[in-house]
């Protein structure tokens, strides 16, 4: 048995083997949970999807709903490339987010534009989580020399990165300003009730009369909003967000 002093110089050599074990124990681990997370967002995915107001949400939950399903399929490439067999883990963190984003839901009235807000919000929340979550595996596994796992890592924690840009600038384009205008104690001073009624849904099925200084557009059911993009990165608040 190598000694104390041997042991701590293996381990800042790079060859303390006991070490290695352990990290590759919780690399896994962390794997498995991923891959539960993952396959539990597929289908809060499709159910936020549905709980959506605008077509815009809808098929962005929709779309990242597919490239989850893709996801998947890559950490069982993953799985394959260790030798091991793609079993679930746990992850409480991602029951909680699911059980936020049904709380938003329950919480928002149905056609309106603050459930969208809410909707964006929830799940900014899980690709914060899977950011992290990705982040400290393809650390993992440059570390253990896993070359070829950590490439396939990568290319999801990417995804997950960009997924939460284009959340930040879908709630910036109108959902975010649309959101407050239903609110009359939140919204800009100058509001008027037409421009309240113009929030809600029709009953010619028209939605979303959106007027501004520079001219006025309309957000009709089936047709897609033009919306301003801004240089920001949160979608809520004006920090720093993305999907």
């Not at 009359?184 to 009369?209: E, K, L």
Request: proline share 0%.
């Amino acid at each position: 048995m190598a000694t104390f002093g041997e042991r701590i110089a293996n381990f800042f050599g790079g060859t303390d083997t006991d070490t290695r074990e352990g990290l590759h124990g919780l690399f896994v681990t962390e794997l498995k949970n991923i891959y539960y997370a993952e396959r539990q967002a597929i289908d809060a995915l499709g159910t936020q999807a549905d709980a959506a107001t605008t077509d815009e949400v809808r098929n962005a939950l929709l779309q990242h709903q597919e490239e989850t399903r893709g996801q998947v399929m890559r950490l069982e490439q993953v799985f394959q490339s260790l030798g091991l067999d793609a079993d679930e883990g746990a992850c409480a963190a991602i029951d909680g987010l699911a059980d936020d984003a049904e709380t938003i839901i329950s919480a928002t009235e149905s056609d309106s534009l603050t459930r969208d807000a809410g909707l964006i919000i929830a799940a900014q929340k899980v690709e914060h989580h899977e950011i992290a979550s990705y982040g400290s595996v393809v650390t993992l596994a440059r570390v253990m020399g896993h070359t070829e796992v950590a490439r396939l890592l990568q290319q999801t924690l990417e995804e997950e990165k960009n997924t939460d840009r284009k959340l930040t600038q879908l709630a910036e384009s109108f959902i975010n300003d649309r959101a407050s205008d239903e609110s009359g104690d939140m919204g800009s001073d100058n509001m008027n009730q037409n421009s309240f009624n113009d929030s809600t849904v029709n009953a010619d099925g028209t939605r979303y009369a959106d007027r501004s200084s520079t001219g006025q557009s309309t957000y009709q059911s089936g047709q897609s909003y033009s919306g301003t993009q801004t240089g920001s990165n949160d979608a809520t608040t004006g920090g720093t967000l993305g999907i």
